[in-house]
């Protein structure tokens, strides 16, 4: 409501001159001085007038009522965007395996408990990337970030079956 009032406070002075523009079309109209042709011109001059003012005041009027319906399908507050798999899956089809590891970065930055994020990247980083310390600090660091018990289960045999002689906890 305030930002109703506001809006149309900034309009207040246009308001005011066409407002006083078209009443006194309005009164001269009414003199009916010149006949009907007369008054039939004034009366376009008053309504010429008293557009823009309805232009004027129609758009935050619009968006005050407007504003509930808007909140329901654009709600404020910050959007978590869904995680971009179908970029990941892409760039690694096409062998483009660092953008493919800025999309996992995304994706756990947004999502840290995603758990497919957590073994896709440790996944690329051994049989792609054939880097098993980036792997390994991969590893590390999602056991660190991964809050919930099975997950953290499924990534310790994940990482088992991946390298059986590891020591590595």
Not at 20 to 32: H, N, Q
Not at 106 to 121: D, I, S
Request: glycine letters at 4%; one cysteine or more; proline letters at 8%.
């Amino acid at each position: 409501m305030k930002d109703l009032f506001i809006a149309l406070l900034k309009r207040l002075p246009f308001l005011a001159i066409l407002g006083a523009l078209t009443v006194w079309c309005l009164s001269r109209a009414g003199t009916g001085s010149g006949g009907h042709l007369g008054v039939f011109a004034w009366m376009l001059f008053a309504f010429a007038a008293f557009i823009p003012m309805a232009i004027l005041v129609a758009r935050p009027i619009a968006e005050f009522l407007a504003s509930p319906v808007d909140q329901l399908y654009m709600p404020k507050g910050e959007v978590i965007p869904p995680p971009p798999w179908y970029l990941i899956e892409k760039y690694e089809k096409e062998v483009r395996f660092a953008e493919a590891l800025e999309e996992y970065a995304k994706v756990l930055h947004y999502h840290p408990q995603e758990y497919p994020a957590h073994e896709g990247r440790i996944q690329l980083a051994i049989h792609n990337l054939r880097d098993v310390d980036l792997a390994r600090k991969f590893y590390l660091e999602s056991l660190r970030t991964l809050q919930h018990p099975q997950a953290r289960s499924d990534l310790q045999n994940l990482w088992r079956s991946l390298f059986p002689s590891s020591t590595l906890e």
